[in-house]
């Protein structure tokens, strides 16, 4: 498992959001990562940059620190 970084992308609400392709043997499959902070993004590229043996430190950055979308409160089941 490798990871190609894709892009950067700092938004106007302070979110950055980071695209990459993460990449097993046979398959390449895109994600969009929302970060919370620059502190976060700066650790995500510092692992990325010290090459494959490092980039599954980098992943677990991305998913640590990435922004929990809230559940649709329509798609839960009534208690009824």
């Known amino acids: 498992m490798h990871i190609i970084h894709e892009s950067t992308i700092k938004q106007e609400n302070g979110?950055?959001?980071?695209?990459?392709?993460?990449?097993?043997?046979?398959?390449?499959?895109?994600?969009?990562?929302?970060?919370?902070?620059?502190?976060?993004?700066?650790?995500?590229?510092k692992f990325?940059?010290?090459?494959?043996?490092?980039?599954?430190?980098a992943l677990q950055y991305l998913k640590k620190f990435q922004i929990k979308e809230k559940e649709n409160e329509s798609k839960r089941p009534s208690g009824a």
Do not use: C, P
């Open 48 to 57: 990325y940059r010290k090459g494959r043996k490092f980039h599954g430190r």
């Open 15 to 45: 979110i950055v959001e980071v695209s990459v392709y993460i990449v097993n043997e046979k398959t390449a499959k895109h994600y969009t990562y929302g970060l919370q902070s620059d502190w976060a993004a700066e650790q995500f590229h």
